[in-house]
């Protein structure tokens, strides 16, 4: 898959198949909540969320389904909340004649000094979108 990347904004480094060091900015949650879901739920790096309960059990549901090597085109997204500490960000893709979405929860965490994804509500749920020019196109 794809992902954005920015100068600015991140992943500045890359640890394995560990894309991590995003800033510490609205932005730089944009670019980490992709990059942290493809990295848990693709390449199996559990670090890449916050500790919870939630967390442990989509790791292992994602961990016993057949890996794909097609993943969804990402075109754009919308900040649907921030803060210092937390972001969710909601990103849209073309299928089909159509567009769906998921929203991601991100947090800062403080050890890693880097964002992280907030699994403690469940699994992204994908949905159709029905406004994509309600979303800034991902560039």
């Known amino acids: 898959m794809l992902l954005p990347v920015s100068a600015e904004h991140g992943p500045a480094k890359m640890d394995g198949d560990f894309w991590r060091c995003f800033s510490h900015t609205p932005s730089g949650a944009i670019f980490a909540g992709l990059t942290l879901l493809l990295d848990i739920s693709g390449a199996g790096i559990i670090e890449a969320a916050v500790e919870s309960p ?38 849209i893709g073309p ?38 020019s309600a979303y800034t196109d991902l560039k």
């Open 54 to 91: 939630e967390r442990d059990q989509l790791f292992e549901q994602w961990m016993a389904l057949e890996q794909t090597s097609e993943y969804p085109v990402i075109s754009g997204y919308r900040i649907m909340d921030s803060s210092d500490d937390a972001a969710s960000v909601e990103y």
């Open 95 to 132: 299928a089909g004649s159509q567009y769906v979405s998921t929203r991601v929860d991100l947090l800062w965490d403080e050890n890693a000094n880097d964002w992280r994804l907030d699994l403690s509500s469940g699994e992204p749920a994908w949905d159709i979108a029905t406004d994509p």
